[in-house]
C-alpha cells in the first residue's frame, strides 16, 4: 500500500489549528484497535501531540529527556506490557 501525501501551506494560522485540521481531515486508516479508529484517532493525535510540545527540563540530558517522552506517548497510547 503506498501513501501519498499533498504539501500543503497555512499562512497565519497557529500549529494547534492546523493539528485539528489534519487530524479531522485525515483519510481512515485500516486499523483493529478501536481507539485509533474516528474521533478517538484525532484525540489520541492531539494528545500525542500535546506531550511532544512539551520542552525538556532545565539539565535534563538528551536521553532522559527521550525517554521520558517514549514512556508518556506508551501511557497515553495505553501500551504498556506489550512487548
Given at each position: 500500500?503506498?501513501?501519498?501525501?499533498?504539501?500543503?501551506?497555512?499562512?497565519?494560522?497557529?500549529?494547534?489549528?492546523?493539528?485539528?485540521?489534519?487530524?479531522s481531515?485525515?483519510?481512515?486508516?485500516?486499523?483493529?484497535?478501536?481507539?485509533?479508529?474516528?474521533?478517538?484517532?484525532?484525540l489520541?493525535?492531539?494528545?500525542?501531540?500535546r506531550?511532544?510540545?512539551h520542552?525538556?527540563?532545565q539539565?535534563?540530558?538528551?536521553r532522559d529527556?527521550?525517554?521520558r517522552?517514549?514512556?508518556d506517548?506508551?501511557?497515553t497510547m495505553?501500551?504498556?506490557?506489550?512487548?
Amino acid at each position: 500500500m503506498s501513501m501519498e501525501a499533498k504539501e500543503q501551506t497555512a499562512i497565519g494560522e497557529d500549529p494547534a489549528t492546523i493539528e485539528e485540521r489534519v487530524l479531522s481531515q485525515g483519510k481512515p486508516v485500516d486499523v483493529s484497535a478501536p481507539e485509533l479508529k474516528g474521533e478517538g484517532s484525532a484525540l489520541l493525535g492531539k494528545e500525542l501531540l500535546r506531550l511532544l510540545r512539551h520542552p525538556p527540563k532545565q539539565g535534563e540530558a538528551k536521553r532522559d529527556y527521550e525517554a521520558r517522552m517514549l514512556k508518556d506517548a506508551i501511557r497515553t497510547m495505553k501500551l504498556e506490557g506489550m512487548d
